[in-house]
C-alpha cells in the first residue's frame, strides 16, 4: 500500500531522533531509505502537480469562451436596444407599452461628455492628495536592522521548481 508523504515524514523524524540516540548503523540506513521514499513521492508530487496545470489550462480556456460569448450576448442585447431606439427616432414615435411589450423610451438624467479638459476652469477641479507606504524602503531598512515601530520583517519559507 503506497504511504503519503506526511507518514514518511513522521517515520524519518523518529528515525532521526532514534539516530541521535542510539547511533546504529541500521538506523542510518533506515533513514536513507525513508529518504529515497521520501524523493520519490515528491516526484510523483510533481508530476501530479504538473498534471493540476494541464487541467487548469484547459478549464481557463473555457472559461474566456464562455466570457467571450457573454460578451457576445450582451452586445446582441445592446444592439436589439439601439435597432428599437433608431426606428422610433426616425419616425419620430414611441413604443406602444403594454403587459407583453414593456420597453419605453426616455431622457436619460444627463451625464458629462468631456470634450477638452485643459479648457475646463480650475473651479471644476479637485485636488486629490493621495499617502502611500513605501514598502521597498522599509524592507531595506528593516533589513539592514533598523527597528521601525508598527512593522516587523516576515520571512517565509517557499517552494521553488514548482510555478
Known amino acids: 500500500m503506497p504511504r503519503t508523504l506526511s507518514t514518511i515524514t513522521r517515520d524519518l523524524l523518529i528515525a532521526k531522533n532514534e539516530y541521535e540516540i542510539f547511533e546504529s548503523d541500521d538506523l542510518k540506513e533506515r533513514i536513507d531509505q525513508l529518504r529515497d521514499e521520501q524523493y520519490k513521492k515528491e516526484d510523483g508530487i510533481y508530476f501530479f502537480y504538473k498534471d493540476f496545470d494541464k487541467e487548469i489550462d484547459i478549464f481557463d480556456e473555457q472559461i474566456k469562451k464562455a466570457q467571450r460569448y457573454v460578451k457576445f450576448l450582451k452586445n ?66 528593516l533589513k539592514d536592522g533598523k527597528e521601525i515601530t508598527g512593522v516587523r520583517l516576515a520571512q517565509k519559507d517557499f517552494i521553488t521548481g514548482l510555478k
Do not use: C, F
Open 76 to 141: 446582441e442585447q445592446e444592439r436589439m436596444k439601439m435597432h428599437v431606439l433608431s426606428s422610433h427616432q426616425l419616425t419620430g414615435s414611441l413604443p406602444k407599452h403594454s403587459a407583453l411589450n414593456p420597453i419605453k423610451i426616455r431622457k436619460s438624467a444627463g451625464a458629462v461628455d468631456i470634450i477638452d479638459e485643459d479648457k475646463i476652469p480650475d473651479e471644476y477641479w479637485n485636488e486629490v492628495t493621495v499617502r502611500k507606504l513605501d514598502k521597498k524602503r522599509i524592507l531595506i531598512d
